[in-house]
């Protein structure tokens, strides 16, 4: 009997602290207009409410200046510390050089390489190509200074976009560095196989039908909190890996909630 009471007041104060905690930390994240999704992004926010909890109460938490000078530099230390524990694997198990070209926010072109072994990825460097026209030798003296850069013998393998100028490049690689192997990007394979498909003519209207659907609920405030009440707050949007995958995915979503998105339409006219 004594045993199940003071488990239920221990629980009883385990949700109350939890409460009380949950409270502190939203009032953080909106006096600072932190997006809400940043507590559900990576490792580092349950283990600093769990630290917090370790220490106990009474303790100071750093000024922003310390955040950005002491506390920065630590991190780039450990970050060096782990990067040279990745680049030691590099002869032994060899590694893949992964070239991936996009736009920035201010259409600005950009090639990434990052460097993929043993289950994990590390960026490299990236280099900016406004106004360089993307011929077949630019990119090769790229990939060629990046190949030295992280030494042959460490490299099986390049991935590349399927491009004209980086399937050359690749065969070029290929014929200088012989050990080395070429692959083209199974994302952007993908992208450019949707794309064909969406050019076609009947999945096109239907495409563009889905689009109109999508457009309609999306630019009114209004529409999309009703849907989302018929839906169970779920979302017909959704980023997919590539860009042509986010018309098919709207379109998938589209058919899950088709009979939810009828009864919308078939309301009560007041909850318009």
């Known amino acids: 009997m004594f045993p199940s009471k003071q488990k239920s007041i221990k629980s009883m104060f385990s949700a109350e602290g939890a409460k009380k905690v949950g409270k502190a930390i939203s009032k953080f994240f909106l006096f600072n207009g932190i997006p809400f999704n ?3 992004s990576g490792p580092y926010y349950q283990s600093m409410i769990d630290t917090l909890a370790e220490v106990g109460p009474g303790i ?21 510390v782990y990067i040279n524990t990745l680049k030691a694997k590099w002869l ?6 992964m070239c991936d070209g996009w736009s920035s926010r201010t259409r600005k072109p950009i090639i990434n390489f990052m460097v993929y072994c043993d289950r994990s990825m590390i960026y490299l460097s990236s280099v900016d190509t406004t106004n360089i026209p993307k011929t077949a030798d630019y990119v090769f003296s790229l990939m060629d200074k990046i190949i030295e850069e992280v030494g042959e013998e460490n490299i099986v393998q390049l ?33 450019l196989m949707l794309e064909d498909i969406g050019n076609m003519k009947h999945i096109k209207e239907i495409l563009d039908q889905a689009k109109m659907i999508t457009s309609f609920i999306y630019n009114s405030l209004k ?10 707050d779920r979302d017909l949007l959704r980023l997919g890996i590539t860009r042509f995958a986010i018309a098919f995915i709207s379109l998938q979503s589209l058919i899950r909630y088709e009979g939810d998105l009828k ?5 009560n006219e007041a909850l318009w």
């Open 60 to 80: 100071k938490g750093p000024i922003g200046y310390q955040i950005g000078n002491a506390y920065l530099e630590e991190e780039v230390q450990e970050l060096e």
């Open 159 to 191: 991935v590349t976009d399927n491009e004209a100028s980086f399937k050359v490049v690749g065969m070029l690689l290929m014929e200088k560095r012989k050990h080395l192997f070429w692959s083209p990007c199974a994302a952007h394979c993908f992208d």
């Open 38 to 40: 940043a507590a559900d």
């Open 92 to 97: 032994v198990y060899g590694c893949t050089i």
């Open 263 to 267: 009864m919308m339409c078939t309301t």
């Open 223 to 232: 529409v999309v909190n009703l849907m989302k009440v018929f839906t169970k």
